[in-house]
């Protein structure tokens, strides 16, 4: 297995951020909402991917709920090595033509076509470090000239550590500072 192939192993599964709920309920303060993410390499579901493809797509679910507000975001990523074999994620636009509750894993009628994937104009690629298998990235996008997007993640025995901030004029409007955890399940 080669890096990628092992850092892909890592990235996909079905993660939650339970345990990390249930400390905040326990000590009386629930700052992050509950939280699932559901990461699935999904290059069988793209046509006209070109031969020898040397990366992955993968489609992440994101389901969020706090209190009676349940929130679905489904994401496009593809997942490929750089000249220095370090790992990159690269952000896709959703195909406009895809509801996003049709956008999962596994709606095995999902069929995407490389050659109408667009790169997301928005998102700043994130390059992950590895430290002896602690990948961490960090990403700075600028969404509009006042809106920044800040994306921080760790992944290290089966756990991610993600922390999503928007900031609008250099102060926060949504998201977390401190991390939510996440914990494969499955």
């Known amino acids: 297995m080669n890096k990628l192939d092992i ?14 709920i249930k400390k905040e309920l326990d000590s009386g303060n629930q700052k992050h909402p509950k939280a699932k993410h559901i990461n699935g390499i999904c290059n069988d579901k793209i046509i006209n991917l070109p031969d020898n493809f040397e990366g992955y797509f993968v489609i992440e679910e994101s389901y969020y709920e ?10 496009l990523f ?3 090595l750089d000249v ?9 636009d959703i195909p406009t033509d895809i509801p ?40 700075i996008s600028n969404f509009t ?3 920044e997007f ?3 993640e760790k992944i290290e025995n089966n756990k991610m550590y993600v922390s999503e901030v928007f900031r609008k004029n250099g102060k926060v409007t949504f998201g977390f500072i401190d991390p939510i955890v996440y914990e494969k399940i499955n």
């Open 7 to 20: 850092f892909i192993n890592e990235l996909c599964g079905v993660f939650s951020n339970e345990e990390q």
């Open 78 to 80: 593809l997942f490929t």
């Open 84 to 92: 220095n074999k370090n790992i990159v994620l690269t952000s896709y």
């Open 66 to 75: 706090q209190e009676n507000h349940k929130n679905i975001l489904p994401h």
């Open 100 to 139: 996003k509750e049709e956008f999962r894993n596994d709606n095995e009628n999902l069929v995407m076509d490389y050659n109408k994937l667009r790169v997301s104009s928005k998102f700043t690629p994130m390059t992950y470090k590895d430290n002896n298998g602690v990948y961490e990235g960090r990403s």
């Open 150 to 152: 800040t994306l921080e």
């Open 145 to 147: 000239e006042v809106t």
